[in-house]
Nanobody
């Protein structure tokens, strides 16, 4: 059964860093584009970063470009999102998914909470 499990969220002060993990089971990540999304309270889910199925192309939302980095460990079948210079507006639930756009067929993890606050 295809499953994604996120971890690594938490409470961090502005300017701090977190690394989120998205561990896949039941399938090989290399066969899919993988996206990171986030949803803040009262707001729609938005795309944060994307990795192509081949892993050689990445993209970022303008709001996180230069601060966030998406990467893959094929041996662990895990995708990471390194988040630096965090801001309060980065607060939200972060999800990984089996696509870079929201489709009816997209598989989602359960999400991990990120809170940036002093």
């Amino acid at each position: 059964q295809l499953q994604l499990v996120e971890s690594g969220g938490g409470l961090v002060q502005p300017g701090g860093s977190l690394r989120l993990s998205c561990a896949a089971s039941g399938f090989t990540l290399d066969n899919y584009a993988i996206g990171w999304f986030r949803q803040a309270p009262g707001k729609e889910r938005e795309g944060v970063s994307c990795r192509s199925s081949t892993g050689n192309k990445t993209s970022y939302a303008a709001s996180v470009k230069g601060r966030f980095t998406i990467s893959t460990d094929n041996a662990k079948n895990t995708v990471y999102l390194q988040m630096n210079s965090l801001k309060p507006e980065d607060t939200g639930i972060y999800y990984c998914a089996t696509s870079c756009v929201i489709l009816v067929t997209t598989k989602w993890g359960q999400g991990t909470q990120v809170t940036v606050s002093s």
